[in-house]
């Protein structure tokens, strides 16, 4: 067998002294007249006899080893333009000897001599020209050298690279055998690159290879979808166009094709989901318009996907673009649908996980759009989403103090939803945990309730009926334990009730509910219910003793409320309550006003809230009131009519043969009322002697003796009234 390094010495004998001297020559023209000579050796020598080919072998070693890896730059070059020249003379036999020729020129891409990797660009251009085919053995060498050619400083070096480039492109899309599974590595290496030179190069190629009808680059999409994204955003504008125009195509032939074949949508997903976070406008509505299509297409199979999908959907519903907001708004709307419509069991930890956090996002959309998840998942899955409300319902809670109304309001019908379960939660009814919950946030913020108490109520009285959100209020009111501020606040939760009570056209019904209460016993259960916590208010209490037409109680009440402490609180209390007494509300109480003779107890009530009013506008108001209907006590021979009445057929009966004092138990009643107010007057001594220097010294004694006081006031205001 011949050595090599014998062929490389006898080339120096077989090539004349003149073109070795040219060959390394500084002009180029010397240069390539020594190429063409060697050009035409080697034909002369490939079409010899056998024993000759041997001789070409040397010449390739001889350039390769003397010149290509010369450190002289000129030698290298001419290294180069030897290589190129001898690949052209061998033409269809270049494939025996790419081993030898390609090797070095690839080598010389990463030489330090801008006209070195120029040249080394030009050789293998020339090589590929004749080679075609052969060269993709050394396709993954060649593309990494492209990739660094395309971002080389020197523009003569990149003018080249791209001729290459499109050669190679050619050569690849001729080919029936790509190995694109040995590309795929590579690409995925390059395409995380943000030089603009190389980017454009590879989506050059990847739409190219996605063209070839044998290559389905579809296959291999989550390995640079990512990459193709980043794009997006790039500074500059074609390469901007260039990726949309690849990732547009991609996505119709996903359409088009995923009918017939099920792609591995999922790892895609999340890389759409990653990219929802871009600061880039543009990538934001591509990556949207991608996964509304995804949903579309995948359906049940994107299930396992779907909590990250919803966590992006939601956070780009705020966005300050309209487009981005409408893509994000239909998109968040099909995955409610596929979610809801579903029968595939679902992962809901994860799901209400990234719900949730978008409850407290800055955004008044975003935390609508939770809501409603919230509110459907509620719907469809109750049992199951019930084991998550110990994580679920502080959320909600606090949700309850958000700035916007919109969002109170969907708050509330979420809690609403809660609360109409009848399975037990937290070691009690959903119903009964819902309001004590609201009821412990109204009092650790008084100036929430303030704020929001009245929203809340009306809201739930519409969304659970008025008579059991206020059964359940009073109930829980009147458990209040005696600590001094569970009385207050059940003293201003009253208030709170109470206005909201006789102000609120959502409670209408109600109203009428509780005007005609003492016509039933199922009525005077309801009333009675109430009015053990609205004892915890004075006013409160005499106000719905009028709005129940309970005017006997009421005047009872009137005596009651002169030994209470008479606070600038409780005066503005009655000039509220004077001045409801004109409103709608209580037009009924004032036509009753003209028939003294049937509602004696009412004129009393109101007289004695007049003795109780100093001299004010609500007293000229009430009096003024009182004096118009006044004389008609005088015309006792005024016919009665069973029609000019305010009673009406089914309540006079009961009005004229039953007294309230037999059908309510007055005893019961005003001791209670006097009871819990001790309890007030107690607490208020308690804090005042807190305060005070001087040690009391006979409280047990003062606060019994008041109380039996009271209890004997009661007791002969009834007898008074017999």
């Not at 290509?68 to 003379?89: C, E, V």
């Not at 309801?526 to 109680?553: D, G, M």
């Not at 003024?624 to 009519?641: C, N």
Request: aromatic share 8%; glycine share 4%; charged share 25%.
């Amino acid at each position: 067998m011949t050595d090599v390094g014998s062929l490389s010495n006898s080339a120096k004998t077989t090539l004349p002294q003149l073109v070795l001297r040219n060959l390394g020559d500084r002009s180029y023209e010397k240069r390539k007249q020594a190429a063409l000579e060697i050009e035409q050796l080697v034909k002369e020598l490939n079409h010899a006899p056998d024993h000759a080919r041997g001789s070409v072998m040397g010449i390739i070693d001889f350039l390769v080893k003397d010149y290509a890896y010369s450190t002289q730059a000129n030698q290298r070059k001419g290294g180069l333009i030897g290589l190129a020249a001898t690949a052209i003379a061998l033409m269809e036999d270049t494939n025996q000897y790419l081993n030898y020729l390609l090797p070095p020129i690839l080598k010389c891409f990463a030489d330090q001599e801008g006209r070195v990797r120029y040249y080394a660009c030009e050789a293998l251009y020339n090589v590929t020209k004749v080679a075609r085919g052969n060269v993709l053995a050394f396709f993954n060498e060649i593309f990494d050298g492209l990739c660094k050619l395309a971002a080389d400083g020197d523009s003569d070096v990149r003018n080249g690279s791209q001729l290459l480039d499109r050669l190679i492109k050619d050569v690849v899309t001729e080919c029936e055998h790509f190995d694109v599974e040995k590309f795929i590595p590579l690409l995925r290496e390059r395409i995380k690159s943000k030089n603009p030179s190389i980017r454009q190069l590879l989506v050059g190629w990847i739409t190219v290879l996605d063209s070839v009808p044998d290559i389905d680059m579809l296959e291999y999409l989550p390995e640079y979808l990512g990459g193709l994204l980043d794009m997006l955003s790039d500074a500059n504008k074609d390469i901007r166009q260039q990726a949309y125009a690849a990732l547009a195509e991609l996505l119709r032939e996903i359409s088009q094709s995923e009918p017939h074949r099920h792609l591995e949508l999922g790892p895609m997903v999340m890389i759409l989901v990653r990219q929802c976070d871009s600061r880039d406008n543009f990538t934001r509505l591509t990556v949207l318009t991608w996964m509304f299509e995804f949903i579309s297409l995948g359906k049940d199979r994107l299930l396992p996907f779907v909590s990250d999908m919803v966590g992006a959907a939601l956070q780009c519903i705020s966005d300050p673009e309209k487009e981005i907001r409408q893509k994000s708004e239909k998109t968040n709307e099909l995955l409610l649908r596929l979610v809801e419509e579903s029968k595939t069991n679902i992962n809901l930890a994860p799901l209400l996980d990234k719900v949730t956090r978008q409850l407290m996002n800055k955004w008044v959309p975003s935390r609508l759009a939770s809501l409603r998840w919230i509110s459907m998942l509620l719907t469809k899955m109750p049992g199951t989403l019930f084991s998550h409300l110990p994580e679920l319902f502080p959320a909600l809670r606090r949700t309850l103090q958000d700035s916007d109304d919109q969002v109170v309001r969907l708050d509330l019908e979420v809690l609403a939803r809660i609360a109409l379960d009848e399975s037990q939660a937290l070691d009690q009814g959903n119903f009964d945990m819902v309001l004590n919950q609201l009821l412990t946030l109204f009092r650790s913020d008084r100036k929430f309730l303030e704020a929001r108490g009245s929203l809340i109520v009306r809201q739930l009285s519409v969304l659970l009926k008025g008579e059991s959100i206020y059964r359940a209020f009073s109930t829980i009111l009147h458990k209040e334990q005696t600590a001094a501020a569970d009385l207050d606040f059940a003293s201003l939760m009253v208030q709170s009730l109470n206005l909201i009570l006789l102000t609120s056209s959502e409670l209408f019904e109600f109203r009428r509910m509780l005007k005609d209460s003492l016509s039933s016993r199922e009525g005077r259960a309801l009333f009675v219910s109430l009015y053990k916590s609205w004892c915890h208010n004075p006013v409160a209490t005499f106000s719905l003793c009028l709005l129940a037409q309970a005017y006997e109680l009421a005047s009872a009440l009137v005596f009651q409320l002169a030994s209470i402490e008479v606070t600038v609180g409780f005066l503005m209390q009655i000039d509220k309550l004077v001045q409801l007494l004109e409103s709608p509300i209580f037009i009924h109480l004032r036509l009753q006003l003209l028939e003294p003779a049937r509602y004696p107890f009412l004129v009393k009530a109101l007289y004695g809230l007049l003795m109780l009013l100093p001299q004010s506008s609500a007293f000229v108001a009430l009096k003024t009131r009182l004096e118009s209907v006044a004389p008609l006590g005088a015309f006792r021979f005024m016919p009665e009519s069973a029609y000019a009445t305010t009673a009406t057929a089914s309540s006079a009966s009961s009005s004229t043969t039953a007294k309230e004092s037999e059908q309510l138990d007055f005893k019961e009643l005003l001791q209670t009322f006097n009871t819990i107010q001790g309890r007030h007057q107690a607490q208020r001594k308690h804090l005042f002697h807190k305060q005070s220097l001087v040690a009391p010294l006979e409280d047990a004694s003062a606060s019994s003796s008041s109380s039996a006081s009271a209890s004997s006031s009661a007791e002969n205001e009834k007898k008074a009234s017999a």
